[in-house]
């Protein structure tokens, strides 16, 4: 920005502040504000002219124009000039993980002329603003403001150098949230699901260097009742909701099985001495428990309390035990605890018990039986029952296959019966949940905050899989596959990250949408076009982001997300 004096015909002289931008390979320039005839100016202030260089030389002097006069070619052929500029918004948060230092050094010892911290970054953005395939990504780049120009070939290359330095980007993120956000590890929250591939074709396992590895993509327990190949994702959690580290398994590794692995994973990976995990009744089994313990760690489950098999008998009493309740005032809810001694694989134990009482899921349990013993009438009809494969209603079901009178065995005409034992027996336990925990200083209270917090999990896989479209799965080579949940891994911490800056006042899905209408085009004179929904302007009022003027500067534009 400068000053320019400028003389007409008749010998006046008029000031104006201009200022250069560059259009393509030249420099060009374009009047900011006329200020007026130069002996009027200097009418009030001799020194004005010299005072107005000083301060705009120095930076003090900005001004925006309130009007800008344009070219228009009413020749030009019917284009699609819009590119998104949102992605910026996410791209600073990328940044500020360290993310790229990690590339960097993995870039020097390489000969590589990959840029690997770009395509790391174009398959982030593409992710979380318009999920697509590997190839569809690069083949949509232009869509984005910026200059990407990367291959199909670079990106595929790449997803083996992100699969190898998986476990490194997950440290560097922890380390630069550790350090901006705030985060001890001590108290984590683990779950598990699993994602499918678009193949009906499980692995076969393969030798590698004289060894033979696993089949990875594998039937298995599908979450979606899918009976395509799939893979185990366990995620772990921090107290604020924002992922730490995540490890996938087989397709066919049940939830119980990946999570002694996947905790001595994150207490190596992080250097973090004792960690108490948060998990649901899934990875609650003896096994579990006494290796947590030996490891020095701390759990928080839930446990089960249904039934007449796998549930403990000492909680169960003490749960249908009136005496020891402490309810709200609208005796809607109440909560009760012991402090129980056992012996698993040999050794004593000392656990707090946690049993509360909810008049909302007492309600729900009894609509949900009387649906299942509905059904369960239905199938007293010795042929609807072997035909159907549902076991809901069978719950409710006594089957006998030896005739009383005569001793004969019926498998094809047994006698079936409602199982009204089984039914009074489950009714007692409606609206009653247990948790278990080796923190047995822990209060009731923080006992029960701190398990309801577990529910943040299950919404990093919902936004994973229908934000994000994390599955089916493509890909189908192991490094491409564990290159792909890195992405999303990636995706999901800067999600996090930005709804939290954010107070949690907007959603993923309505950031998704803010962050896509962000898009702009070129005009004239090296001013933008920028458009943007409600939200997005909400957002950048969140953030305190003076953005507010639909037509810019390019240098402003650029600037957008730093």
């Not at 201009?18 to 009027?40: A, F, M, Q």
């Not at 009438?377 to 089957?399: D, I, P, Q, S």
Request: charged letters at 30%; proline letters at 4%; glycine letters at 6%.
């Amino acid at each position: 920005m400068f000053i320019k004096v400028t003389k007409n015909r008749e010998g006046t002289h008029y000031v104006s502040i201009v200022e250069g931008y560059r259009e393509g390979d030249k420099v060009k320039h374009r009047t900011i504000k006329s200020l007026g005839k130069l002996k009027d100016l200097e009418a009030t202030n001799p020194n004005f002219l010299t005072e107005l260089k000083e301060d705009v030389k120095a930076g003090n002097f900005q001004v925006t124009p309130e009007t800008l006069s344009l070219t228009l070619d009413l020749n030009k052929k019917i284009d699609n000039p819009l590119q998104n500029y949102g992605w910026m918004l996410l791209d600073k948060i990328y940044r500020s993980l360290g993310i790229s230092q990690v590339f960097r050094t993995h870039q020097k010892g390489t000969k590589s002329k990959i840029d690997f911290d770009k395509v790391c970054r174009l398959l982030t953005v593409k992710r979380m603003l318009d999920p697509q395939s590997k190839r569809r990504s690069v083949q949509s780049q232009r869509d984005l403001f910026g200059d990407f120009n990367l291959t199909e070939q670079d990106v595929y290359r790449a997803l083996d150098s992100f699969s190898s330095l998986s476990e490194q980007i997950q440290l560097q993120m922890h380390r630069a949230i550790t350090k901006n956000v705030g985060r001890t590890g001590a108290l984590v929250f683990y779950d598990v699901t699993n994602y499918y591939f678009e193949t009906d074709l499980d692995d076969e396992p393969t030798e590698v260097d004289g060894e033979t590895l696993p089949a990875f993509r594998k039937r298995g327990p599908s979450k979606e009742k899918r009976p395509n190949p799939i893979v185990q994702m366990g995620l772990f959690m921090d107290t604020n909701g924002i992922p730490i580290a995540f490890r996938l398994f087989p397709g066919n590794c049940v939830d119980v099985k990946t999570y002694l692995p996947a905790v001595e994973q994150i207490k190596k990976q992080f250097g973090i001495e004792r960690i108490v995990v948060v998990a649901d009744k899934g990875m609650n089994s003896k096994a579990n428990i006494s290796e947590t313990l030996q490891n020095e760690n701390g759990y928080l489950f839930s446990q089960k309390v249904r039934g007449t098999r796998g549930a403990p008998k000492d909680i169960q009493t003490f749960a249908l035990n009136p005496e020891g309740w402490l309810a709200n005032d609208l005796d809607t809810f109440a909560m009760k605890s012991m402090i129980r001694k056992r012996t698993v694989n040999k050794k004593e134990i000392t656990e707090k018990i946690l049993v509360t009482w909810n008049q909302k899921y007492d309600y729900r349990e009894k609509i949900r039986r009387q649906k299942s013993v509905e059904y369960a009438e239905k199938l007293t009809a010795a042929e609807r029952f072997r035909l159907t494969m549902k076991k809901g209603g069978k719950r409710y079901l006594e089957v006998e296959n030896v005739d009383e009178e005569t001793g004969e065995i019926k498998k094809l005409t047994p006698h079936i019966s409602i199982d009204e034992e089984q039914i009074a027996f489950d009714e007692q336990f409606d609206g009653i949940n247990v948790l278990i925990t080796s923190e047995t200083e822990m209060s009731d209270k923080e006992m029960l905050a701190t398990y309801r917090s577990l529910s943040r999990i299950e919404d990093c896989f919902k936004v994973m899989k229908t934000t994000f479209d994390a599955r089916p799965i493509f890909v189908w080579t192991r490094p491409h596959i564990e290159a792909h949940f890195l992405i999303c891994f990636i995706s999901l911490t800067i999600m996090r990250l930005l709804e939290r800056k954010l107070n949690g006042q907007i959603s993923p899905e309505k950031i998704q949408n803010a962050l896509l209408s962000a898009r702009c085009r070129p005009l004239d004179k090296g001013y933008w076009e920028v458009f943007g929904n409600e939200d997005f302007l909400r957002i950048n009022e969140l953030l305190g982001k003076n953005w507010t003027r639909q037509f810019i500067p390019l240098e402003f534009l650029r600037n957008y997300g730093k």
